[in-house]
């Protein structure tokens, strides 16, 4: 349920505020689910954080029953090294 919200509900919220979702993965053994996403600046970045919790798409994605969730979230800043395939 939730990686199907995630794909019809969430991505598309996302990518309407400008995020770009640059990949996704699932680590069924760990029950995680990666993702990188990019933004244009750290301005951006909060920008579209604000806008993320205004939304209709954030507001069903809350309201999902919690047993289908994630226990935690993990979010790392980081830069792409000037050789990386993804910028």
Not at 28 to 52: G, L, M, P, Q
Not at 55 to 60: G, N, S
Not at 61 to 82: G, H, K, L, Q
Request: proline fraction near 5%.
């Amino acid at each position: 349920e939730w990686l199907e919200t995630y794909e019809t509900v969430l991505l598309p919220m996302y990518g309407s505020l400008g995020e770009i979702v640059r990949g996704c993965w699932v680590d069924r053994a760990n029950d995680k689910f990666i993702w990188i996403r990019a933004f244009r600046d750290d301005a951006h970045r909060k920008e579209v954080s604000a806008a993320v919790g205004k939304t209709e798409a954030w507001a069903k994605f809350r309201a999902m029953d919690p047993s289908t969730m994630v226990e935690s979230t993990v979010v790392v800043d980081m830069e792409p090294a000037s050789f990386s395939p993804v910028q």
